[in-house]
């Protein structure tokens, strides 16, 4: 497959640029993100003695549930904000039909990456590299779990060094937002994920 010498800062600049100009919706996903999650945590808390319990794990397994198919409905929405199409929070919770692929390709790929750390650790990143891109396969090809994870190995092939050192600049950005008092995340993450939403975007330009 073609390989693709996109910049690793200018991805960044990218991700800081599209962040800027799409600011309250961007933060918004999150905030809604951060919401479900904060949801989950408030009813185990909320639920902690034992006539309670089975209430807490229903409402758990549907926020849990609510939480996968928000995830898989912000990569597409992720790519709608690269792509420059219209934007909507609706659209978190419209990709659910890719609920059991997500399920199925994120077992796969996780028994992959463990494999690989215990066996040798370079190829539990080899694989971790190689497949980090197939949820935006899945919601923009429309594939099932394996062809996404066959597709991301395909859209990355050629590119794994540069993935690998882009990958290192997004955690050491991270990082740092870490150290700004926690606060920094809630800029460096988005920052970062739409910069990477962008290299995913050039690889699948010059690899779909």
Known sequence: MAKVDFGKKKAIFQGFQIFKKHLKFILGVYLIVIAISLGR???????????????????NMILGVLSIIVSIGAAKVFLNVIDEKALKFSDLFKEYQYFFSFLLASIVNGILVVIGFIALIVPGIFFALRYQYFLFVMVEKKTGAMESLYLSEKVT???????????LLVLGINILGLLCF???LFITVPVTTLASVWVYRQLAKSNF
Do not use: D
């Open 41 to 59: 945590f408030s009813v185990n808390f909320a639920t902690g003695n034992n006539q309670l319990i089975e209430l807490s794990l229903i409402v």
């Open 157 to 167: 092939r050629g590119n794994l060094t540069n993935l690998f050192l882009f990958n």
């Open 182 to 184: 926690v606060v920094g």
